[in-house]
């Protein structure tokens, strides 16, 4: 069955350094997002991506996010210059069609100290 | 802005049903849905219903939606001790964000 697959599982990085997280969608699949889980918090929704460009993005998604789907595969997150509130569970999800069911990777751990 | 709420924890007996509980506020919603989170993995879509409808079963799973109280539950029939695990239910506007609620964590005691 397909999956959504996301690397690093942890990531440890210091406060300032930039951080890039991985995922790889679902291969049909041309609808992106980005969610992210703070310990003991809601997950919230990041940024949505489609046709190489952002459609929807939340507050949190600050000059400090970016996104890109450098090839035919792969979608990034980066944080620019990580903050010690950046530290969360960060989900990818990926859906097939414009408002279809969002399938969620396992998620990236990233910890900033 | 949106919100979702979930009762945070619920204990049942292996063999019993399990009725996990959701209210919304946004009145646009179109899809809700329900996750399911197990320890150190990611997020699994369960089920999900639309939102003109109000009620959708699939196997062991009931979703009934409520539309004018904004209320939304899933039943699990013959909850077996593999269903602990946290559940989230998510609403979707007419965009395609997701607004999660906070998880219930299902504990299952044989």
């Known amino acids: 069955e397909p999956e959504v697959t996301q690397t690093p599982s942890h990531q440890v990085t210091q406060m300032g350094q930039e951080v890039i997280l991985r995922c790889v969608p679902i291969?049909?699949?041309?609808?992106f997002y980005w969610y992210r889980q703070i310990l003991g918090q809601k997950v919230e929704f990041l940024v949505s991506f489609y046709n190489n460009e952002i459609s929807e993005k939340s507050e949190i998604f600050d000059d400090q996010f970016s996104v890109e789907r450098p090839d035919g595969s792969n979608f990034t997150l980066k944080i620019r210059s990580t903050k010690l509130e950046d530290s969360a569970m960060y989900f990818c999800a990926s859906s097939g069609t414009l408002g279809g069911e969002q399938y969620f990777g396992p998620g990236t751990r990233l910890t900033v100290t | 802005g949106e919100d979702v709420e979930q009762s945070l924890f619920l204990s049942v007996r292996e063999g019993d049903s399990s009725v996990i509980n959701c209210t919304y506020t946004?009145?646009?919603?179109?899809?809700l849905y329900w996750y399911k989170q197990e320890p150190g993995a990611g997020l699994q879509l369960l089920t999900y219903i639309f939102s003109n409808m109000d009620m959708k079963q699939d196997q062991r799973l009931t979703v009934l939606l409520n539309k004018k109280d904004k209320h939304l539950s899933l039943r699990i029939a013959d909850t077996q001790t593999g269903d602990s695990a946290i559940y989230f239910c998510a609403e979707k506007d007419a965009g395609n964000m997701l607004t999660f609620g906070g998880g219930t964590r299902l504990m299952v005691k044989p």
């Open positions: 946004d009145s646009s919603s179109t899809y």
């Open positions: 291969s049909n699949h041309l609808y």
